[in-house]
């Protein structure tokens, strides 16, 4: 009875390719460069061989955890944990693991993560998801060698990846404005809020320069929710609750703002479209079934650029890398939850209900 075969092992898996055991290392570890080819043959010896590296072997001949630090400041949100699922597909294909970071606590959470946690050996890169880092924090990770992509808002000295929330917040009240609306709200965040990075105060100008570019005087900054559907809710029955003061249309900061409003609307018997008109922005995953007229902005392709962007960092292509900021992409979605002002539309309605009244 013969012995029972060995464990395959690297240089079986080079045999095989018809390559050296270091392009083998290069093409599984991600440590250096290997042509198209090359690296096709090892992948398909190791999947006919049945090959599987040792994390902790490979860990310690490159130095590398083969893991990416994510940090999002609140995961119960769709869209972050949308950028999340977008930075782990990119991240397995690639052959990384991911790490979670959820800073929804603040205070001593993020100093621990910070100051310990991402600068130990457990990451190789970092992914700030909508977080302002401090100058120390971001010296911290690059003092010790871990790449950050920052992504939602600008972060100085790393490259950043960020959506023109001036342009969009201009698009989306232009697009009441151009629906013939003249009172024209803004439901926003508080800029302190850990989520707001500096998005809120640029959708507040993006709609206050619409406004003024259609001799509109723009409203206050005075509703502000928290990015959530029970505060768009909560602010909206305040916002709604005197017929005479209401606004035609809300240009909301948010999907999920804008729903809550949207469900206030009809607890308080306000029509959607006809008595009020709501934008949000994101394209929210309940935003077609609402008929929510949004500004989509794709958040799962977000973060697989940002993932890509870090993964070319880490393996040294400086052409893939390139460039250091990105202004992320954006369309104006038209549903239902958007039409032309009721007060211009109602006598016109009346005068054709009062010459049904003749004719019968």
Known sequence: MGAAPGPVTIADVAREAGVSTATVSRVLNGTGPASP????????ATKRLGYVTSASAASLASGRSRNVGVVVPRLGSWFFASV???????????????????LRDGGELRDRVFADLLRRQRVDGVIAVSLELGGDEVSSLLSVGKPVVGLGG?????PT???DNV????????????LGHRRIAHLGCDPGSPT??????KRYDGYADAMRAAELAPQPNAFSADFTVAGGYAVGRRMLED????PTAVFAASDEMAIGLMLAARDLGVDVPRELSVVGVDDHELSAPMGLTTVAQAPEQQGAVAAARLIAELGGDSAAAAPDSLTLPHALVVRTSSSEPYPTTAPENAHRAAEGGAAG
């Not at 600008?154 to 790393?158: E, K, L, P, Q």
């Not at 707001?196 to 105060?201: L, N, P, S, V």
């Not at 017929?243 to 209401?246: E, K, W």
Request: proline share 2%.
């Open 161 to 163: 990846f960020e959506l």
């Open 243 to 246: 017929p005479v003061a209401r």
């Open 37 to 44: 080819d090359r690296r096709e043959r090892v992948l398909a």
């Open 196 to 201: 707001a990075f500096g998005q809120i105060e």
């Open 84 to 102: 999340v699922e977008g930075a782990q597909s990119e991240l397995l294909r690639a052959g990384y693991d991911l790490t979670l970071y959820n």
């Open 154 to 158: 600008d972060i100085a000295g790393i």
């Open 167 to 178: 342009a969009v917040a201009r698009e989306a009240t232009a697009h009441l404005i151009g």
